[in-house]
């Protein structure tokens, strides 16, 4: 699947060459482009390996992995702006307006590459309303994520199936419906369990970090983060006050390496390990359900482990 990755990103810059016109913008957005493309495109791999699983074999597959790559661009820049974090990214070291104006064309054209790939009307159509109706569902899922006001378990697991979850729909379910066959639930159900394992996965590196991105310095309300301070143990009671903002940030500084040892301690690490395992064993049955993916399994698995590691 690696052999995917140059045609990608060559459909990437093509539609920017060809829909972009005014200079600065097409500056930007290849330069955007090309910091993508230095990183991962595991979306398109996963568009074209679910094509070629389901019987398609044509190259407007790449045109179509596109627009799913070029949309993920414009949700991680607006995501990076909404965090404000990710300095080092060409988008945070750009003008704001600028890069909201980028990522806002990324959006449009993201559209315009999903309908350039279909090779007929009734194609186009499905294919876009499946696009339009999944990135409702992950813009609804953003917001209550920015919100964050994420109460227990049931609540977030939503937000996780709305916010990134359906962007791994997106992705496969464009290579299934692409190769003409119809929406498919196992594939929507499995693209779902890795999205929430993967997110879970992600979790639990933010809960250890210890810097801007830290999740508990952020008082960042995940399924981790509200486990963690149930904890009744009175030497614990700090975490609790810090995160409801009874005490400041200056106060927990230095705590660092008391906060390492109480994840661990109050088994919130095993519980975020046993959690992510336990949507990726339920992604693995779904898989294993499937006959179509059984020739494609270790490379699908391949691309799919990569994104969880």
């Known amino acids: 699947m690696n052999d995917s990755i140059p045609l990608i990103g060559h459909q990437m810059r093509t539609m920017v060459q060809r829909f972009f016109t ?83 064309a990324l959006l449009t054209l993201s559209q315009q590459a999903m309908l350039s790939s279909a090779p007929s009307d009734a194609m186009r159509i499905a294919l876009m309303e499946m696009m339009n109706r999944l990135l409702l569902q992950s813009a609804n899922g953003q917001m209550l994520d920015i919100m964050n006001e994420i109460v227990d378990e049931q609540s977030y697991l939503d937000m996780v199936k709305q916010k990134s979850a359906t962007l791994l729909q997106l992705a496969c379910m464009t290579g299934v419906m692409l190769a003409g066959e119809p929406w498919n639930e196992v594939v929507a159900e499995y693209a779902a369990e890795i999205g929430i394992a993967a997110q879970i996965q992600n979790d639990l590196r933010d809960l250890l970090r210890w810097d801007d991105k830290s999740d508990f310095l952020q008082r960042k309300r995940t399924l981790l983060t509200l ?82 590691a």
């Open 22 to 104: 005014a200079e600065p913008l097409a500056r930007f957005a290849e330069l955007f482009i090309e910091d993508k493309l230095a990183e991962t495109i595991r979306f398109g791999q996963l568009t074209v390996i679910h094509y070629r699983m389901f019987g398609g074999h044509s190259d407007e597959v790449y045109e179509a992995a596109a627009a799913v790559e070029l949309f993920i661009l414009a949700s991680d820049i607006l995501d990076d702006l909404q965090d404000q974090d990710a300095p080092h990214k060409p988008w945070m070291q750009a003008p704001q307006p600028v890069a909201i104006h980028v990522a806002s």
């Open 227 to 308: 486990y963690l301070i149930e904890s009744e143990a009175e030497a614990d009671c700090w975490i609790k006050e810090y995160f409801e903002g009874r005490i400041s940030l200056e106060d927990v500084a230095m705590k660092r390496e008391l906060f390492l040892e109480t994840c661990e301690r109050t088994g919130t690490i095993l519980y975020g390990s046993v959690m992510s395992r336990m949507h990726y064993n339920r992604f693995e049955e779904l898989v294993d359900s499937i006959q179509e993916i059984s020739p494609w399994k270790s490379t699908f698995l391949h691309i799919i482990n990569q994104r969880i």
